[in-house]
């Protein structure tokens, strides 16, 4: 589990200046709820029954275009999702999802 983390951490906070940047507005702007990790083991998290980003039923089941309309216009199923489009820029959305794309745990064997 640690060494999971460990792993997950050096992945989002890899060297490349964007994914600086993308991690860093992840986990200034999102991980509050979603959690660093995406598997919103959050006080947020637990409240609103968010889900798992890292389970691959969940990537497999959304297309990037699903996600980033949720993170630009808010979640119409949760009020607590709000839209980030005044507040990110259009790029900065589109690695968002690049970097949630990145929490996919691996299939179970
Ligand atoms: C105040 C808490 C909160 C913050 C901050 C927050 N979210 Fe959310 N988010 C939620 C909740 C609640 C939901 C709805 C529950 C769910 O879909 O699992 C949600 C849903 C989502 C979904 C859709 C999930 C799905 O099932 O399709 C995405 C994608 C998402 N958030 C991304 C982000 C990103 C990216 C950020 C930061 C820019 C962010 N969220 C910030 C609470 C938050």
Redesign the pocket.
């Known amino acids: 589990m640690m060494k999971q983390c460990v792993l997950l951490l050096s992945l989002v906070l890899s060297p490349s200046a964007l994914a600086e940047t993308t991690a860093d507005?992840?986990k200034a702007?999102?991980a509050?709820?979603?959690g660093i990790d995406g598997k919103?083991q959050t006080k947020?998290?637990q409240k609103?029954?968010?889900?798992d980003?890292s389970r691959p039923d969940?990537q497999q089941?959304?297309t990037d275009a699903?996600?980033r309309k949720?993170?630009a216009d808010g979640?119409p199923?949760?009020s607590?999702?709000?839209p980030?489009k005044d507040?990110?820029t259009p790029a900065q959305?589109d690695a968002?999802?690049g970097?949630?794309r990145t929490l996919k745990a691996p299939s179970a064997p």
């Not at 609103?48 to 889900?51: R, V, W």
């Open positions: 507005v992840w702007k999102c509050s709820c979603h919103a947020m998290g609103e029954s968010i889900g980003m969940w089941a959304r699903d996600i949720v993170i979640d199923r949760n607590k999702m709000k980030f507040k990110l959305i968002l999802v970097l949630i």
